[in-house]
């Protein structure tokens, strides 16, 4: 039986890569929809960027929807730094012919989780959390229906990666992260804990490549493009791979441990402004809200992700 998910993304090289894995593994993940979110770049790239990801993956029958074009109380902070100005630079994909859905993707979200049994949806972010804080705000029934939200944001021990102590997805909208936060519904998060633990290696680079087909060498063309910037700013041996962890969780969750803890995120401070406060060590009594996913096996997650790329066409 495939878990039935909804894809929530800002596209995105890594983001891409993590749509790729998703949309290899149709066995276990019924893949119903892909919402793009303004944050990386704009929303006009992203949700094209997505349009692209499903035509390259052979799934042209995945609808693709455009959600928020910014965060609900903030100005927009985006990544062309890291991501090209188009979002996807790297590869030359042709342009997308499957057409943007006209319906909200907010609306798509919650008419989705109203029409489906409880908890059989499961809720995949790899971006800012604007779309469904701003479905959870629209219609607070929702939260009682999701079957699990996981997503790729925040920081404890690594702290940040875009100030020095906030993760970029949750630093970009930390009020609909917050909202999130406190929604009720299961919640696991893959921090950059987990995701630097992932890196993109010459050797794994190289292996992508191998695989041959259209989807790997556009992915090894992706992050070849995007690992610039974080080989410089680290120094590893190679650029850790951020969202694919999401999908990954879901295929084979004994690749990774953590605990269930309080997260809680910061959005008053200037300082600390998008910082998720994970209490891992339970010196509070807070309500333990989140799966805090804190290691990662990079072997077998790249092992993973190289086997259903080889999938594709």
Known sequence: M???IIIDTDPGQDDAVAILLALASPQELDVLAIVAVAGNVGLHHNATNARKIV???GRSDIPVYAGCSGPMRRTLVTAEHVHG???LDGPDLPDPTVPLQTQHGVDYIIDTLMAAAPGTITLCALGPLTNIAMALIKQPAIAARIAEIVLMGGAYF??????????FNIYVDPEAADVVMRCGAPITMLPLDVTHQMQSTPARLAAMLAIGNNSA???HAMLTFSETFDLVKYGWAGAPLHDPTVIAFLLLPELFEGRRCNVSI???????RGMTV???WHVTN????VNYLRNGDAEGFYDLLLDRLARLP
């Open 2 to 4: 495939s878990r039935k």
């Open 278 to 280: 994970a209490d891992y």
């Open 266 to 272: 910061e959005t008053t401070s200037e300082l600390t």
């Open 217 to 219: 060498t556009a992915a």
């Open 55 to 57: 035509e390259l993956a």
């Open 85 to 87: 100005e188009t979002g």
């Open 158 to 167: 690594e702290v940040g990666n875009i100030t020095p102590a906030a993760e």
């Open 286 to 289: 807070r309500d333990r809200n």
